[in-house]
């Protein structure tokens, strides 16, 4: 029987292809008949020779370093932080440092403090023009964020996110919102306790982001204190991210955004409807709602088991919240939608047992169906996901400066900086289509080479079969 290998959905192909790596020989017979045994090899005869300060163990940092130019972005950077450090004896401009800070995130450093571990790797000299500074000044240099530099990267965020949403050709364009919960275990500003599920009354910061489900790309991200909830404050920022996103969104297509219990208000209706925007949002379980789910007279079933018995049903509530009427808003539609299987968090009905509820709250014009309306809300899962990558892959807890606007600028280069790898990713390695950060990057950024020198000309020489390697013609 064959040994089966791993494929990636978007490939086909095993991983270890894509990266070079060879196939096992374990299937391949001798000419006697009998397999091959895998022997570990020695290394105890393995000399340690003297140092190569040739070897980088980023070489993928110079393609990277290459594609970020070409989109304008040290440009960018150059025209909008360079009034941050105007001093004649400047030695380290802002945008070089900001540059530099990007290199350490996408090479997997997640603090400032990275610095010193990757500060005599050739490539990273080579980007830092031989002068890799320390790391007090990376810390003493973020502290000079003010608001229009923070302003200036979230509006690059935005820009590089949405920058691929012109291809999009599907009928809906889903604008999720979330928030999510980053422990702080030192004294920081801005570090409060607030709804923290795992560690209660442990302080921290409550950032919102939002993202586009179709492109799986930040288009929006922003650092609160951990105190903070979401409100009518929230309003503005949330009105420029769905007017950003609605501008970029081709004809024919329609934005809809989806959130959860946290949008179940009158500002932020009102709001979408001032923007034409559409929405799909679940609604608060308060008392009132759940005494007409339970009590409405019929229900559309949408899906049955095999003995044809209704498994999932869905109705359309005559709901309306005082909050919302005070709005001005009369074409909110409440949708429920019960289930015999549990479907996300729900809340038990009590008169029919075996049955949970899920209500639901949309603009959407009144000839959709119900159920579709309710079931193109479950695409918002993709954005625990990417939640998990940004703490997991670039480290979004990990705020290691005291100042407030300091860590929401690192924040932010962290979402910039994972958008343009996705952008890389798209544009230069369409196959490695669906790989997360940890894998592109083993690929793509902390590849091995060497840099050689010879005359005038640099050389970076990579393993065999790796992607960055040009392609024969």
């Avoid at 060879?22 to 005869?45: H, L, S, Y």
Wanted: charged share 25%; with cysteine.
């Amino acid at each position: 029987m064959k040994t089966k290998q791993k494929t990636t959905p978007s490939t086909g192909k095993v991983r270890r292809d894509v990266t070079g790596g060879k196939r096992g020989k374990g299937n391949q017979a001798r000419p006697d008949g009998r397999r091959p045994r895998a022997r570990r090899g020695r290394v105890d005869n393995i000399g340690m020779g003297s140092p190569d300060r040739t070897v980088t163990g980023v070489g993928g940092l110079v393609a990277f370093a290459s594609y970020v130019s070409e989109l304008g972005v040290d440009a960018e950077l150059q025209r909008g932080l360079s009034r941050l450090k105007t001093h004649p004896a400047v030695v380290y401009p802002m945008a070089f440092q900001v540059r530099l800070l990007m290199d350490l995130l996408v090479a997997g450093e997640t603090r400032p403090f990275g610095i010193e571990s990757l500060a005599s790797d050739p490539v990273i000299q080579r980007l830092a023009g031989g002068m890799v500074p320390s790391v007090d000044t990376l810390y003493d240099d973020l502290a000079r964020f003010d608001q229009p530099a923070l302003d200036l990267l979230e509006a690059m965020v935005a820009a590089h996110g949405l920058a691929s949403l012109a291809q999009c050709r599907a009928p809906w364009v889903h604008l999720d919102i979330d928030t999510t919960v980053l422990p702080s275990f030192g004294e920081k500003d801005g570090a409060r306790p607030g709804p923290n599920p795992k560690y209660r009354g442990r302080p921290s910061f409550h950032p919102m982001l939002a993202r586009i489900a179709e492109t799986d790309m930040l288009v929006g991200m922003q650092l609160r204190p951990g105190d903070t909830g979401f409100g009518w404050d929230d309003l503005p920022t949330l009105r420029g991210w769905v007017s950003r996103a609605k501008a970029e969104v081709r004809r024919g297509s329609h934005l809809c955004l989806r959130m959860d219990a946290a949008g179940d208000f009158g500002g932020l209706l009102a709001m979408l409807d001032e923007e034409q925007v559409f929405y799909v949002i679940k609604a608060k379980t308060t008392a009132d709602v759940l005494g007409l789910v339970e009590t409405a007279p019929t229900w559309s079933t949408t899906d049955r088991d095999a003995d044809g018995e209704p498994t999932r049903q869905t109705c359309e509530l005559p709901f309306s919240r005082d909050a919302w009427k005070a709005e001005g808003l009369t074409d909110v539609r409440v949708i429920a939608v019960r289930s015999r299987d549990r479907h996300g968090k729900q809340l038990a009905l009590l008169d029919e047992v075996g049955w949970t509820v899920q209500l639901f709250l949309s603009n959407r014009p009144q000839h959709e169906a119900a159920s579709d309306i309710a079931w193109g809300y479950d695409g918002r899962a993709g954005v625990e996901p990417l939640i998990a990558e940004l703490k997991g892959a670039w480290g979004l807890a990990d705020a290691s400066a005291w100042s407030f606007t300091a860590n929401h600028a690192v924040v932010l280069l962290k979402a910039l900086t994972r958008n343009l790898l996705c952008r890389y990713r798209v544009d230069r390695f369409p196959t490695l289509r669906g790989w997360r950060t940890d894998w592109l990057r083993r690929v793509l950024i902390c590849v091995p080479g060497r840099i050689l020198r010879s005359g005038r000309r640099t050389t970076l020489r990579l393993l065999a079969g790796s992607p960055l390697l040009p392609r024969a013609a």
